[in-house]
């Protein structure tokens, strides 16, 4: 089954893409995108990845250390390899008025049209192994690592809105900075495996996504922490002044805490206040004001381990 997310365009504004209808359930995973004991690939996963393989300790960044924050960065690569992933779960029912143009690959539904700003990427429902964003850019904000990679690109909307969060988060006395953004497919593959190598599939899947299923290779998701990368991508930044700031403002920037507290059986992650993912000003408000996820906003069932 293809999933197709329309984006419709009047008069120059973005309407919200309509609700999806709910399919067959499926049990809850334990763990998040970037999240793991130390050792297990939690850090190594939000920052891309090190060349050896292992996870530093204390939760700081992989293939980088915490250094002072910078800007700018240079074209990363383009994603070319298959997924090798193995599916798990059942894919997400047909979208309301929009008929279903394929079928899942490895029981994992694929997305008719991924570059949709509210596109749903988890567990169950796959970018395209060929899909590469096409408006990638490198935002004009701080990050905690000064290597130039393709982790510091967002897409272009995105990227406008996370520079005008970051400026009003350092006028409320707010430092944020980046730890990891965009993923590429063949980055996001490499990963999975060598974490299934090492840990074994199941607890691979506690910590890191299948590729394919990762928001990070939309383009529209970053995992960010304070200026100092204190805490980045780990627990210990729910209980920071930025994890509070990013939950109170972040939709109005557009950006949502993609896995909030409580809801772990319904997005398949656990509580992550560290990875943000761009899905508009307007659904953004939508989704603050209800508490809902994004699983929920489009009728979508529970994910699968």
């Known amino acids: 089954m293809v999933i197709g997310y329309a984006v419709v365009q009047s008069s120059g504004s973005e309407t919200i893409p309509p609700k999806q209808s709910a399919a067959d359930g499926g049990s809850s995973a334990t763990g998040g995108e970037t999240q793991g004991e130390l050792g297990s690939g939690a850090a190594e996963e939000a920052a891309g990845g090190n060349a050896g393989g292992e996870a530093p300790a204390g939760g700081s960044e992989g293939d980088e250390q915490a250094e002072a924050p910078t800007n700018g960065g240079e074209a990363g690569k383009p994603a070319d390899e298959p997924s090798s992933g193995e599916g798990q779960g059942q894919g997400q029912g047909q979208g309301q008025g929009q008929p279903s143009t394929g079928t899942t690959e490895d029981g994992i539904a694929v997305i008719a049209e991924p570059a949709s700003i509210g596109v749903l990427v988890n567990k169950q429902n796959k970018l395209p192994e060929d899909y590469n964003p096409t408006d990638l850019v490198y935002p004009d904000v701080r990050f905690i690592f000064s290597e130039k990679t393709e ?24 430092l944020l900075a980046g730890v990891s953004a965009y993923r590429s497919h063949s980055t996001q593959k490499s990963l999975f495996e060598r974490y299934v190598k090492r840990d074994g599939l199941v607890k691979a899947r506690t910590y890191s996504a ?4 990762s928001e990070h290779e939309t383009g529209l998701a970053i995992d960010v922490s304070g200026s100092d990368g204190k805490c980045a991508a780990d627990d210990c930044f729910a209980d920071t002044d930025e994890a509070e700031w990013l939950a109170s403002h972040a939709h109005e920037y557009g950006f949502i805490i993609r896995y909030p507290d409580g809801k772990e059986d319904i997005t398949g992650y656990q509580y992550e206040p560290w990875h943000i993912r761009y899905v508009g000003e307007e659904l953004a408000s939508e989704l603050a004001e209800s508490g809902e996820t994004l699983e929920e906003y489009y009728d979508a069932v529970p994910v699968a381990k």
Not at 152 to 167: P, V
Not at 210 to 213: A, D, E, I, K, S
């Open 151 to 174: 982790k510091r690109m967002l897409r272009k909307e995105a990227a406008t809105a996370l520079e005008k969060m970051f400026e009003s988060a350092e006028g409320d006395g707010i």
């Open 210 to 213: 299948y590729p394919g299923t």
